[in-house]
């Protein structure tokens, strides 16, 4: 019997770790191998919700692995109504919310346990999220979005000046590998949630579209008054981005993450007037900056080679995609979202009524 299902077989885990899977045949092995690998001395289930993989993942979880819950849901359900069902399924005393194409490293479940136990008013802890080179993900800690930091990444300051307190305000991440320390918003990618929170704040908001369910999440959190720490210690790897730069709908995705997600943060915890002001300089500083990029163009025009014109490409795809969502309407766009990832797109309608900010 293996050390999974020893833990499985336990009445309360100390841990449920919860994932969704779509097509994750490239990276939910190495998930869950570091899983194994990375929980000695912890009691943990693991719960997969899949909606509808027409790759090899469900092979996968079926021939590599017995000490799984797998959940098939018949349909692309979309993150979080999947992630919903996984932890409604969970048992632990904690849940990790975990994406498949991430890693454990480093005793990193351990870490967050520890650090929990002597801090209970903790609401969520978020690991440092490292890439398969080792840098450490600047979105693994952040600040809600805001309109100055919105003119500063569109317009180029953010990376001009990235270690700027004032231009790189929006990531929080700093390279201090031992301190913990308290953030207004971590990433969807690995959250790590006591129970009592859960049952406390509630599950996720299924009516929104990816990429704003994090944001909403820890706004719900901190409005119940805990907080959410940022842990260097607790480690894990994150490949993500890989599918995305081959996926067809990669300008559908840009504008979610990039445009829709903010401005419904905007939109539902701060102002009409503000969310309005977000998508206006969305629309002007994509305009500026395709301007540029053909300029730019222009100027390396003798310059043929492959990083050069990758750069221009990306640069390219990214300032029309914006353009595309800042000029569309929502029932245009969330039509787009419906027919490309199934239910994880909801009417306008939904998402009209206005939230309050609380913090």
């Keep these: 019997m293996t050390k999974a299902e020893v833990v499985i ?29 990375q929980t000695a001395g912890i009691l943990y289930e693991i719960v997969i919700v899949d909606n509808a993989s027409i790759d090899r993942t469900c092979e996968v979880l079926e021939s590599e692995f017995t000490n799984l ?22 048992k632990g005393k ?17 870490e967050m346990i ?15 999220l490292t890439d398969d080179d080792g840098a450490t993900a600047t979105f693994g800690a952040r600040d809600f979005p805001s309109l100055a930091a919105t003119l500063y990444r569109q317009f180029g300051l953010q990376q ?66 805990r907080l959410l720490y940022y842990l260097p210690a607790a480690h894990i790897g994150h490949s993500g981005g890989k599918s995305f730069s081959v996926s067809p709908v990669r300008r559908l995705l840009l504008g979610m993450e990039n445009g829709e ?25 994509a305009v500026f900056r395709l301007a540029g990029i053909s300029l730019l163009r222009v100027l390396l025009l003798l310059r043929r080679d492959e990083r050069t014109q990758a750069f221009v490409r990306q640069q390219r795809l990214r300032c029309f995609a914006l353009l595309a969502w800042a000029f569309s309407s929502k029932e245009h766009f969330y039509g ?24």
Aim: net charge positive; with cysteine.
């Design 160 to 225: 001009l000046f990235a270690k700027s307190k004032r231009f790189g305000c929006e990531s929080l991440a700093s390279s201090d590998l031992k301190t913990a320390y308290p953030v207004p918003c971590l990433t969807g990618a690995a959250m790590f949630i006591p129970r009592s929170v859960l049952d406390e704040v509630g599950l996720l908001n299924a009516d929104l579209p990816m990429y704003f369910e994090d944001l909403d999440y820890c706004a719900r959190i901190a409005c119940s008054g």
């Design 261 to 285: 997600a903010p401005f419904l943060y905007f939109r539902r915890y701060r102002s009409l007037i503000q969310a309005a002001l977000f998508r206006l300089i969305i629309a002007v500083s």
């Design 114 to 128: 520890a650090f929990y136990n002597s801090h209970p008013n903790v609401g969520c802890i978020g690991p440092r």
């Design 94 to 110: 904690f849940v990790l919310l975990l994406n498949p194409d991430c890693w454990l490293k480093n005793d990193a479940i351990g």
């Design 69 to 90: 819950r797998v959940i098939q849901t018949g349909g692309n359900l979309g993150f979080a109504p999947a992630m919903n069902i996984a932890i409604q399924k969970a």
């Design 9 to 37: 077989s336990a009445s309360t885990p100390d841990v449920s770790i919860v994932l969704v899977t779509w097509n994750s045949e490239g990276t939910i092995e190495r998930c869950l191998t570091s899983i194994e690998c």
């Design 336 to 359: 787009l979202v419906r027919r490309q990832f199934g239910k994880s797109g909801p009417d306008a309608s939904a998402l009209s009524a206005k939230g309050g900010s609380c913090y």
